[in-house]
Nanobody
């Protein structure tokens, strides 16, 4: 079975940084576009960032541009979200997602086929 497992979440103060990792198994990782989404309490899951299969193209939500960086290591079947200059508005459960239907770096949750369990990110102050 396909499994996506997020790690690296935690509690940080505003202005701090966190590095989220997603470990994938059960799929040919290099054949999947990978993305990160987040869901805050009482809100719908929203797009954060995505990266192409080779890692040469990325897509970011306007709210995180310049602060977050997505990257991947196809040899290790991992995708990373480096989160800098964190704001309280970034507080959410962050989910890793995989898209196997094509090479487009899409931004909608319906465009992704597999999802992780999520990891909590809390930003204080």
């Amino acid at each position: 079975q396909v499994q996506l497992v997020e790690s690296g979440g935690g509690l940080v103060q505003a202005g701090g940084s966190l590095r989220l990792s997603c470990a994938a198994s059960g799929l040919t990782f290099s054949s999947y576009v990978m993305g990160w989404f987040r869901q805050a309490p009482g809100k719908e899951r929203e797009f954060v960032a995505a990266i192409s299969r080779s890692g040469t193209s990325t897509n970011y939500a306007d709210s995180v541009k310049g602060r977050f960086t997505i990257s991947r290591d196809n040899a290790k079947n991992t995708v990373v979200l480096q989160m800098n200059s964190l704001k309280p508005e970034d507080t959410a459960v962050y989910y890793c997602a995989a898209r196997g239907r094509g090479l487009a770096v899409v931004t909608t949750k319906r465009g992704y086929d597999y999802w992780g369990q999520g990891t909590q990110v809390t930003v204080s102050s």
